[in-house]
């Protein structure tokens, strides 16, 4: 499978991951309840119609042009850097990740997050999978670590 092949699969997945898990909360929790697992960690069903902890609440069409822009800017990165070794896993990942909170502001006005945890903001798969593509994609540009 070509490197273009393996980030579409793993984008693929992301969303599919994502939208599936965000559709099942919204259909079993009440929106702004929440259900206790463990350790004051909850699964909630939340809006955030921001970015990243809340910030620019309400920016709306703004906030889905910047999601486009940076969708674009990193298919140009993928493409010029597609035979760079796994440089596909990251792209793949970071491309889910903003497609599927992209697919919630565009239906919904607002992006569902559910894993709450004590003292930090709600957030949803998509985000797991943009945090792990940035460390991804940081790994794969710099290279493991090198002994002095």
């Known amino acids: 499978m070509t490197s273009t092949g393996r980030a579409a699969l793993v984008a693929t997945a992301t969303v599919a991951l994502d939208q599936g898990v965000k559709a099942l909360v919204r259909t079993t929790i009440d929106l702004g309840d929440a259900v206790d697992l463990f350790l ?6 939340v809006r ?3 970015i990243a ?18 969708l674009a800017a990193l298919l140009i990165f993928f493409f010029r850097h597609r ?3 796994l440089v ?3 792209t793949g990942l970071l491309i889910g990740g903003a497609a599927g909170n992209l697919i919630d ?10 894993i709450d945890f004590p003292a930090w903001p709600a957030f949803n798969v998509a985000d797991i999978a943009i ?11 710099e290279g493991p670590p090198r002994r002095a």
């Open 53 to 70: 902890f809340g910030m620019f609440s309400g920016g709306g069409i703004v906030l889905v042009l910047f999601a486009i822009a940076a």
């Open 83 to 85: 035979y760079r070794p």
């Open 88 to 90: 596909w896993l990251p």
């Open 131 to 141: 945090t792990f593509g940035v460390l991804t994609l940081i790994y794969v540009l």
């Open 40 to 45: 004051g960690i909850k699964i909630a069903n």
């Open 105 to 114: 502001r565009v239906r919904e006005g607002a992006v569902t997050d559910f």
């Open 48 to 50: 955030n119609n921001g």
